[in-house]
């Protein structure tokens, strides 16, 4: 007897249970108790290994996020198989965390390895639990967030220092950290507004995003943070270039260079004072004196150049000479803390992350999230230039840079479209196996 083949029609694979709303609790948690405060502090106070009643509630929150994955997951090792690139973020988290022990800043450097440790365990879990849902109500979480604190840094502006008087930001945040969270956002919102072959991603109205997309823009410009500003540049060209495939590149030349020219042409003279901010050119020339600050953390570095001073080191190893705390670039920084070691580490991990993402985006269902994801990455790759955040514990850079992993590995795990991928998934498969086998019959 025979039977007719079945006609497959490639359809999208049923959506995954979601893992529960600790994958959008934990990862804002962790981020708000280490970069919103509610008092300013000086850095010697911080590497000094003082402790108030906001840093005991940072600490408290960082406790109870391990306390739930405990309670939780249990104790156990993963169950699956480890990828190259949690790999590499293990081997990160591990050896920076590791390095607190010969850091002449102990209290400090044990405190943020910890911190560290525990949010890679968050971004495991997120790997091997979370799914794509899971994540996009993160991001949306993320964006109202900063629209939030947008709205309260309008309503009440907290005390400025004298190089933050004319920046804008909210509470105690620095407007550096502000630009970050900004970008980031805005990076966010962007990705998802240009879905438009996929409405069922979004979770807002297009106008919502466009809104948002106005108010974030205008927040980060008054930051004044260049750093943030080119890298969110930056970061929207390669979005643009990958989330949409060739039709983005194209959009890219176009739009890019249209927009630029009149950008140009229309407020030259509101981008030079912007990029100026009212100093002087020996200023200008000396990246507001990191030029200097990094040439002393060179003479650091070259006392201890292979595994570094330890962790916390370049928070306070030059406020005698120059008044400034930590490296003020991702790979400065690295380098006087963890050695060359930790910088090749940190090179490895940020490497293999965008590797990982750049083959994604060859899978059509899995273009959009990694387009996205790539466009984040390369606003922290420009952003570190000019701050140390994506090399250094508990600060909203290092905690997306893990939780970008995280969101790598559950595209990877959800898998994409057969078709896209090259080969038929197991439920395609598994129907003509048993069409041939009773046509054989």
């Known amino acids: ?45 911080a590497v000094g290994g003082s402790a108030d ?10 406790g109870a996020a391990a306390l739930f994955l405990v309670y939780r997951f249990g104790l156990r090792s993963p169950t699956r198989k480890t990828t190259g690139l949690l790999f590499a973020a293990w081997t990160f988290a591990g050896y920076v965390a590791l390095s607190a022990a010969w850091s002449p800043f102990k209290s400090l450097g044990l405190v943020r390895g910890t911190q560290l440790l525990i949010t890679m365990l968050v971004a495991q879990r997120i790997a091997s639990r979370a799914t794509p849902a899971d994540l996009r109500r993160l991001a949306h979480a993320f964006i109202g967030v900063v629209l939030v604190s947008v709205c309260v840094g309008v309503a009440h502006p907290f005390p400025r220092t004298k190089h933050t008087e004319d920046r804008f930001n909210w509470l105690y945040v620095h407007p550096v950290i502000a630009g970050v969270y900004l970008g980031v956002a805005l990076l966010l919102t962007v990705g998802y507004l240009v879905r438009w072959g996929g409405p069922h991603e979004r979770l807002w109205h297009p ?74 050119a020996e ?23 292979i ?15 120059i008044g400034l705390g930590g490296g003020h670039n991702a790979f400065v920084n690295a380098l006087v803390d ?16 965008a590797m990982v993402l750049l083959f994604m985006t060859r899978h059509r269902t899995l273009r959009a999230d990694a387009g996205m994801l790539l466009g984040i990455l390369a606003f922290f790759l420009v952003d570190g230039m000019t701050t140390e955040g994506l090399a250094a514990p508990a600060n909203v850079s290092g905690i997306w ?10 595209l990877r795990r959800q898998g994409g479209d057969p078709v896209a991928a090259g080969a038929p998934s197991a439920a395609v498969a598994a129907p003509v196996q048993v069409a041939d086998a009773a046509q054989h019959a």
Do not use: H
């Open 338 to 353: 963890q050695g060359a070691l930790g910088a090749a580490v940190l090179a490895v991990l940020l490497l293999t992350l």
């Open 401 to 410: 840079l893990l939780v970008l992993v995280g969101w790598a590995e559950t």
């Open 1 to 45: 007897m025979t039977f007719p083949r079945p006609v497959l029609i490639p359809g999208r694979r049923p959506p995954a249970p979601s893992a529960g709303l600790w994958t959008m609790a934990l990862p804002l948690a962790l981020m708000l108790a280490s970069d919103y405060k509610l008092r300013s502090r000086e850095v010697d106070q």
């Open 307 to 321: 595994f570094g001073r330890g962790l916390g080191a370049s928070r306070g190893l030059f406020l005698e000479d």
């Open 283 to 305: 200023k200008l020339a000396s990246l507001n004196s990191r030029t200097e600050l990094w040439s002393l953390a060179m003479k650091a570095y070259a006392e201890s150049p």
């Open 53 to 62: 009643l906001t840093v005991l509630m940072e600490i408290g929150v960082y």
């Open 207 to 280: 106008a919502a995003y466009l809104g948002a997309l106005a108010v974030l823009g205008g927040a980060l410009v008054a930051t004044g943070t260049r750093g943030a500003a080119l890298g969110c540049a930056a970061g929207l060209v390669v979005l643009l270039a990958t989330a949409r495939g060739t039709k983005g590149r194209v959009d890219v030349v176009v739009v890019g260079t249209a927009v630029a020219v009149l950008g140009t042409l229309a407020f030259a003279d509101k981008i030079m004072a912007f990029v100026s901010r009212g100093e002087s």
